[in-house]
Structures are given as structure tokens and as C-alpha cells.
């Protein structure tokens, strides 16, 4: 495992589990070369849903979020690699689909700031506290794979 290892969060979100877009989602990330060590199904409810949005409690969306997010099951997802909060952040593009770069998750599949298919941790501090409001430590099996030195070198 390299210095920089990290692990982040990912969810695909409800409009991404009924537009059938969650191997495509997870595929663009783990083609990049991120490691998955937990995933899962579940439907969010409210108390989980306000508990994940906490810091936007005060803003006008805040309702309609935790709405969305509850509507309909999600896939929950681990990932690690080399800089891996950033590499997803990028990858994800930014919040609002209209203004996301091409290439990007959301500026390729997605249309609107409230339809953005995916959620990723913003700093390694969020992303220990989000991986633990999903997963349980015996949820998170460790593993190694070969591949991993032609990924990063050290
Ligand atoms: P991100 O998901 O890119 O980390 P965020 O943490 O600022 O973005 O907001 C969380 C989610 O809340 C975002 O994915 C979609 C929704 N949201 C954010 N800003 C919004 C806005 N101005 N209007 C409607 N929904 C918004
Ligand atoms: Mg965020």
C-alpha cells in the first residue's frame, strides 16, 4: 500500500440505480484503477439520509435531497487507491451536471444538480465518517490484488 492510500465513498444514487447506469458508474472507477473493498444495496431511511447531508442541513434543498436519496434503493461503495477522495471527486465532475466537464460522470450521464447520479466523500476526514455511517468494520474485508504495481509504484 502506498503513503498516499486512501479510502473514499461513493453512493450511486437512486436516479443511478433506476436509470441502470450502476455497472457504468462503477466501471469508469474502477477502470481508473481504484480497488473496491465493500459494496452493498440498501435503501436509505431519513434519520441515515439527514445524518449523511448533516452540513446542509440549513440550506433551502435540504428536504428535497434527503427526499430524493430515501425514494429508492442505492449502491454503497468503498473504494481505495492512490488519492482516491480526489481521483472520485474529479472523476464525478462537479455538482451541477450543466457545468461538469465532458468525460466526467455527470457531464456525460447526467442533467440536472438534483438528478447528479453520484455522491463522493470531499476530504479524507468526511470520507472516514461517511464509510462509517455505511459499513461495518467486518464489512470491509481486506484483500490484495496482483495488479497493484502496475497501478502505482510504490
Ligand atoms: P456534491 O454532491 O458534489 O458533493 P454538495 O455536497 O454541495 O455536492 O451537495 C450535496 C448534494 O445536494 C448534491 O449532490 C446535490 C444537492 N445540491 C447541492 N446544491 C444544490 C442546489 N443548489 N440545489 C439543489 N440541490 C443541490
Ligand atoms: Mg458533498
Known amino acids: 500500500m ?10 450511486i ?33 431519513r434519520e441515515m439520509a439527514s445524518q449523511h447531508y448533516d452540513v446542509h442541513r440549513q440550506r433551502p434543498f435540504f428536504q428535497g435531497l434527503v427526499e430524493f436519496i430515501t425514494t429508492s434503493p442505492i449502491i454503497a461503495v468503498v473504494l481505495e487507491g ?3 477522495v480526489e481521483l472520485v471527486r474529479r472523476s464525478m465532475g462537479t455538482t451541477d451536471p450543466v457545468q461538469a466537464e465532458p468525460g466526467t460522470i455527470r457531464g456525460d450521464l447526467a442533467v440536472e444538480i438534483g438528478r447528479n447520479l453520484i455522491h463522493g466523500s470531499d476530504s479524507l476526514e468526511t470520507a472516514a465518517t461517511e464509510i462509517s455511517l455505511f459499513f461495518k468494520s467486518e464489512e470491509i474485508p481486506g484483500y490484495t490484488r496482483s495488479v497493484e504495481p502496475w497501478i502505482t509504484e510504490s
Open 2 to 11: 502506498s503513503a498516499d492510500t486512501q479510502r473514499t465513498l461513493v453512493l
Open 13 to 45: 444514487k437512486p436516479d443511478g440505480v433506476q436509470r441502470g447506469l450502476v455497472g457504468a458508474i462503477i466501471s469508469r472507477l474502477e477502470a481508473r484503477g481504484l480497488k473496491i473493498v465493500a459494496m452493498k444495496m440498501l435503501q436509505m431511511d
Open 82 to 84: 492512490s488519492n482516491a
